[in-house]
């Protein structure tokens, strides 16, 4: 699933940078092509000096000679070569400083002549570009002589072009190469991103599908009591209810387990809740923390605890007071339920400039080094099999980190093996 997602972040990726490239390779070569295709067209076209290169005394040459002996050497120049031909594109002259044969000459000539839109040919393996210009009556001054080029003539000029195009293939194989290698680079690159970019998301899938599996699990136990207590009053349906009250209570134990479980489920899911805005307004956090010592304290009667407290009167944060109430109630119960017998629990609220530091300490088995860190994963126990019958999930100190992180506080935890655990958390003013 995440492999498909992956891929197509990837393919939408490399579609949208190779057509980037494209068109910006595409407006290179076709920028360099068209200065190359406008510098021939200057040296084509006839305004460009053409006719100050032609040498003087040989002007005009006489119509109907013969091909041969018409060859001019022009102005020594042997990557141009001119050709003047009648109305009917028979060849009157030619000026050239190339040693081409008539053949090739009448050749170029005649694939001139039937395509006058201009056009390349290739001649002795070189690449020459014409175009054809009609000449107009023109007095030439040459050598001190004036000289007539006349009437319905026609100039066709053939330009080197062999080295310009091979510079356009050159560059458009580079272009080529160029792209390929980018384009793999560019691909392990987004490869690279594309696969962090999953895996946030396949942890939290996995992470997703682990609380699912898990829920179920703790949910199947005390669903499996109330089955089986139901199964043992089927079997006795004579006896009065009274006497058969052993198995009654057995359900009502599964039932307050679940619901136990299903309101922390509840409540996780609740402040996890992105949404959800807590609302934040001022209060009195140190007497919302006697609250919750006052509830607390039949429990810490019951279990022989000692408790000693050092909270700063009136203090007042701008936080969720049920949240913060929620917490400090995990954390209590926590307290009493993981400390000895006649154990000490130890609470203490102080402000400092910008927060409130809370921390509620207990004496007992502590937690080991190694599970620190796990104690705030959802369905943590240290030790499952002691706290199942307790109603413990594991869930408490995952809701109380996600409620102190989303009011912008801290939590953590500190513990030595059979002394004392202590957790704390800040929270700004
Ligand atoms: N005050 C404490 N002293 C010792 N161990 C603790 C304390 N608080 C939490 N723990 C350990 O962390 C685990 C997770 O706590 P919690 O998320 O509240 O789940 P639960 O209380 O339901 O077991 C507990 O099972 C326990 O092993
Ligand atoms: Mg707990």
Redesign the pocket.
Known sequence: MFRKLRNRFLILNMSITSLMMLVAFAAIYFLTYSNTQAEIQKTLNPSSGMVLSIKGPDLPKEPNKEIGSTAQVFSGDSSLFEIDVDAHGKILNINSSLGLSDEEYKKAAETAWNNKQGGSITLEGRQWQYAISQMKEQVIQANGQQYTVTENQYRIMYLDVTESYKSLFELLARLIIVGSFMLIVIFVISLYFANRAIKPITETWEKQKQFIANASHELKTPLSIINANYDALLVNQEETIKSQMKWLDYIKIGTDRMTKLIN?LLSLAKVEDANFAEDKIPFNMSDAINDVILSMEALMIEKGIKLSQSIEPDIIIKSDSERVKRVVT??F???V???NEKGQIAISLIKSKHQVIYS?K?S????AKE?LPK??DRF?????SR?HD???????????KTIINNLGGEIN?S?VENEY?T?TFTLGL
């Open positions: 922390d995990i954390l119960e926590n307290a339920k993981y400390t509620i207990n007992g088995k502590g937690i599970d104690v705030f943590y126990r240290a030790d499952p706290t307790r109603g413990s999930y594991g869930l408490g100190l995952s809701i109380a935890v513990s655990t957790f």
